[in-house]
């Protein structure tokens, strides 16, 4: 099984590859996003990681409060998103 972390605070010109790359010092990466704005393709500062189950306890406690590109990234277990309605 895997969990997906949010990683908020992000730098605006990091990408998918980028956060990967960072995350992979910590665990195996299954799978990266960053979340864009639909109408300016602009990163909107946050984005999501997926991985193993029994790895994502202590890739929040070592990356929650690190350091990419000068700025200190939050990182938690992601939330299911709320319905809009």
């Known amino acids: 099984m895997t969990k ?3 990683v908020g605070n992000l730098p605006w010109r990091v990408t998918d590859d980028d956060l990967a790359r960072v995350f992979s010092a910590h665990a195996e990466v299954k799978n990266s996003r960053v979340i864009v ?3 300016t393709g602009r990163s909107r500062g946050f984005g999501f990681v997926e991985v193993d189950d029994v790895d994502a306890d202590k890739v929040i406690r070592e990356m ?7 700025r200190t990234i939050i990182v938690n277990e992601a939330r299911p998103r709320q319905s809009r309605i």
Not at 64 to 70: A, L, M, Q, W, Y
């Open 64 to 70: 929650n409060g690190s350091e990419i590109d000068g």
């Open 37 to 39: 704005d639909r109408e």
């Open 4 to 6: 997906t972390l949010y």
